[in-house]
Nanobody, 122 residues
Framework: VQLQASGGGLVQAGGTLRLSCAASGSIGNINSMGWYRQAPGKERESVATITSGGMTNYADSVKGRFTISRDNAKNTVYLQMDTLKLEDTAVYYC?????????????????WGQGTQVTVSS
């Protein structure tokens, strides 16, 4: 499975960006998709996730500003980022959690995109 993220860039505070992440290869069954970010000197953190059933979860810092969505037919997940703040500056990584099974046992695997830089300027 390969993930290709795109859409990052430089934007002024208050602006918008839309990230996309498309999966290709032998994808199998998707358990969830998500976006994570890592700012310089900080640990990677979860930004937003969406399950196969459509349930979403957001970090408190982005609630009301970011929206995660997906296109199942295209195996693509999006992150609409509105009202961007300086503290949103980070490298954003997409994640697909995929499961396979052997008999009655499920196996879960995480796949990561290459990361896309988002820089918010004042």
């Amino acid at each position: 499975v390969q993930l290709q993220a795109s859409g990052g860039g430089l934007v002024q505070a208050g602006g918008t960006l839309r990230l996309s992440c498309a999966a290709s290869g032998s994808i199998g069954n998707i358990n969830s998709m998500g976006w994570y970010r890592q700012a310089p000197g900080k640990e990677r953190e979860s930004v937003a996730t969406i399950t196969s059933g459509g349930m979403t979860n957001y970090a408190d810092s982005v609630k009301g500003r970011f929206t995660i969505s997906r296109d199942n037919a295209k195996n693509t997940v999006y992150l609409q980022m509105d009202t961007l703040k300086l503290e949103d500056t980070a490298v954003y990584y997409c994640n697909f959690n995929i499961w396979t099974h052997k008999g009655w046992t499920r196996y879960f695997y995480d796949y990561w995109g290459q990361g896309t830089q988002v820089t918010v300027s004042s």
